[in-house]
């Protein structure tokens, strides 16, 4: 178990910081790799461009339908809610009333135990 553990630790890169304008654009080659394909010419990376952009705009549509049916959804489960809380207000308070009723009782019973009132 240890040397799988190490094995996985040894294949681990770290992660490197980069600028968000680095992350935004999709690279064709990378050129710390060796690799060859970095002096491509730019067709390549403008087809590589409107790609990204592309699925950009189309990540962005989802998650604004995704946010607008939440939002819908919010909305309803929130008046729901409202209505059941609603009979349950009811119902506490019922049950505090009965509370100090019920006191009321338990104070009046040691009292006249205590004082043989009646």
Do not use: W
């Not at 394909?37 to 461009?49: F, H, P, V």
């Not at 939002?71 to 207000?89: D, F, N, W």
């Amino acid at each position: 178990m240890d040397s799988l553990v190490k094995e996985v630790e040894g294949n681990m890169k770290p992660i490197r910081a980069e600028k968000l304008d680095d992350i935004s654009t999709p690279d064709t080659g990378s050129a710390d790799a060796g690799s060859t394909d970095a002096g491509k010419d730019a067709g390549n990376t403008e087809a590589g461009k409107d790609l990204f952009l592309h699925v950009h705009r189309e990540n962005v549509k989802c998650y604004r339908n995704t946010q607008a049916v939440i939002v819908e959804t919010g909305s309803g489960l929130k008046q729901e809610m409202e209505k059941r809380y609603a009979g349950i207000h009811n119902l506490l308070l019922a049950v505090f009333i009965l509370l100090i009723l019920n006191l009321g009782a338990a104070v009046f019973l040691i009292l006249n135990m205590i004082f043989r009132f009646i």
